[in-house]
């Protein structure tokens, strides 16, 4: 099967969503597929026939160069990762923007959140984005890829896409690289380099939009957990901007209890140096770190705000929190989590629940959408 991918940046080294895109592209290589992938730029060794289009002055203008580009191939089917108008599937890694709008202004003060609606109603940017979202889900013909059941109810409440053209596709991980077998090999090493000591409990906590990820909340929950015989010590890994949670951890009297990290590039170590992952999101389409983490057999705490949280049963295979900014449950959890006994069978069962959501099935499930829609187009 031809297959055409469109995603601005191809390259794992981006990010979640262009992790995922290239591997999904050697996965459909493997299979015998000829991939073709439209892109702005993509990285030396990405796999597939690259069609770069360099870097163009909007979000609405790379998408009508993409269509451009694609017109002039021969696809069977064009899946499109969220950044362009011109293709078979709608698949955006982000979920849909206006639910994102709306659950961010909960991080706001009560005060400020009728400026900010202001502001997402009349503001360029956003109506641009608005713009290129009409021309992704107006399409009666298209599909849409929803990463979770909730980024399918905000599709159809936002963008009245109707539910005959959602397809629910779970997010997969690698579970022979992200193991506790694996870990095991880099976790005196990597609490070394890090200077944590043998008693120290980690809490990793891992994105590049730190505040919309939920990080605040975290900080919080720690300053309740200082007076605590445990100890805490939280990891901070991704490209966001730390100097004002570093001010929040300073005021909280935390001190070096908070370490950022910056952007990395493989997280296997991180995880094998943590004891517990944490993300209590405002917003998250689905949460792949949660999952990786779950597969190396750590106990993971996240909220209904994420995706995967659907795949988790409260108390079991980890946490799951109502409300992102509730940083007296998070404390409470962490407190559970202080006893080694339960973080071994909560990571025992989150190992399990991660190997029954393989990166191998996630592809199998992609595929067999190309094929419906082949067999439609051939019928």
Same mark, same amino acid.
């Given at each position: 099967m031809r297959?055409g991918?469109?995603i601005?940046h191809?390259?794992?080294r981006?990010?979640?969503?262009?992790?995922?895109t290239?591997?999904l592209a050697q996965?459909l290589v493997a299979?015998g597929?000829?991939?073709h992938?439209v892109?702005?730029?993509a990285?030396?060794?990405?796999?597939?026939a690259?069609?770069?289009?360099?870097?163009?002055s909007?979000?609405?203008?790379?998408?009508?160069?993409a269509e451009?580009q694609?017109?002039?191939l021969p696809l069977?089917v064009i899946h499109?990762?969220?950044?362009?108008?011109?293709?078979?599937?709608?698949?955006s890694?982000?979920?849909?923007r206006?639910a994102?709008w709306?659950?961010k202004?909960q991080?706001?003060?009560?005060w400020?959140?009728?400026?900010?609606r202001q502001?997402?109603?009349?503001?360029p940017?956003?109506?641009?984005?608005r713009?290129?979202?009409t021309?992704?889900?107006?399409?009666?013909?298209?599909l849409?890829?929803?990463l979770?059941?909730s980024?399918?109810a905000?599709y159809r409440?936002?963008?009245?896409?109707h539910?005959s053209?959602i397809?629910?596709?779970?997010?997969?991980v690698?579970?022979?690289?992200?193991s506790p077998e694996?870990c095991a090999?880099?976790?005196?090493s990597?609490?070394?380099s890090?200077?944590?000591s043998?008693?120290e409990?980690?809490?990793?906590?891992a994105?590049?939009?730190?505040a919309?990820?939920?990080?605040a909340t975290?900080? @919080?929950? %720690? +300053?309740q957990?200082?007076?605590?015989? $445990?100890?805490?010590?939280a990891?901070?890994?991704?490209?966001?901007?730390? *100097?004002a949670?570093?001010r929040?951890?300073?005021?909280?009297?935390?001190?070096?209890t908070?370490?950022?990290?910056?952007?990395?590039d493989?997280?296997?170590?991180?995880?094998a140096a943590?004891d517990?992952?944490?993300?209590p999101?405002?917003?998250?389409?689905?949460?792949?770190?949660?999952l990786e983490a779950?597969?190396c057999g750590?106990p993971?705490?996240?909220?209904t705000?994420?995706?995967?949280s659907?795949?988790?049963?409260?108390?079991h295979?980890g946490y799951?929190?109502?409300?992102?900014?509730?940083?007296i449950a998070?404390?409470?959890?962490l407190?559970?989590l202080a006893?080694p006994?339960?973080?071994r069978?909560?990571?025992?069962?989150? @190992?399990? %629940? +991660?190997e029954?959501h393989?990166f191998? $099935?996630?592809?199998q499930?992609i595929?067999a959408?190309?094929?419906e829609? *082949?067999?439609?187009?051939?019928?």
């Amino acid at each position: 099967m031809r297959i055409g991918l469109v995603i601005e940046h191809f390259d794992a080294r981006r990010g979640g969503a262009e992790q995922w895109t290239c591997h999904l592209a050697q996965w459909l290589v493997a299979q015998g597929h000829d991939v073709h992938v439209v892109c702005q730029d993509a990285s030396e060794d990405a796999p597939g026939a690259i069609h770069p289009l360099g870097t163009t002055s909007s979000r609405l203008a790379f998408a009508a160069a993409a269509e451009m580009q694609l017109r002039q191939l021969p696809l069977d089917v064009i899946h499109d990762m969220g950044v362009g108008w011109f293709a078979d599937i709608i698949q955006s890694h982000d979920g849909s923007r206006e639910a994102q709008w709306q659950r961010k202004l909960q991080m706001l003060p009560p005060w400020l959140r009728p400026l900010k609606r202001q502001l997402i109603n009349w503001s360029p940017r956003y109506r641009e984005f608005r713009s290129l979202a009409t021309r992704q889900y107006n399409v009666p013909e298209r599909l849409v890829i929803a990463l979770s059941n909730s980024a399918a109810a905000d599709y159809r409440h936002y963008h009245h896409v109707h539910p005959s053209r959602i397809r629910v596709v779970y997010h997969g991980v690698d579970a022979h690289r992200f193991s506790p077998e694996n870990c095991a090999h880099h976790r005196a090493s990597m609490r070394k380099s890090l200077g944590l000591s043998a008693d120290e409990i980690v809490l990793l906590f891992a994105a590049h939009n730190f505040a919309l990820k939920g990080l605040a909340t975290l900080i @919080r929950a %720690l +300053a309740q957990l200082r007076n605590t015989t $445990a100890g805490f010590r939280a990891v901070v890994a991704g490209g966001g901007h730390p *100097a004002a949670f570093r001010r929040l951890a300073s005021r909280c009297g935390l001190g070096t209890t908070v370490q950022f990290v910056g952007a990395i590039d493989d997280l296997l170590p991180y995880y094998a140096a943590a004891d517990v992952y944490v993300q209590p999101t405002f917003y998250d389409s689905f949460g792949l770190t949660v999952l990786e983490a779950a597969a190396c057999g750590l106990p993971v705490i996240t909220t209904t705000a994420a995706g995967v949280s659907e795949l988790l049963i409260d108390g079991h295979d980890g946490y799951v929190l109502p409300e992102p900014a509730d940083d007296i449950a998070l404390a409470a959890r962490l407190r559970t989590l202080a006893d080694p006994s339960r973080r071994r069978s909560i990571g025992t069962a989150a @190992r399990r %629940l +991660a190997e029954r959501h393989t990166f191998e $099935a996630n592809c199998q499930q992609i595929a067999a959408i190309y094929r419906e829609i *082949a067999n439609q187009r051939q019928g």
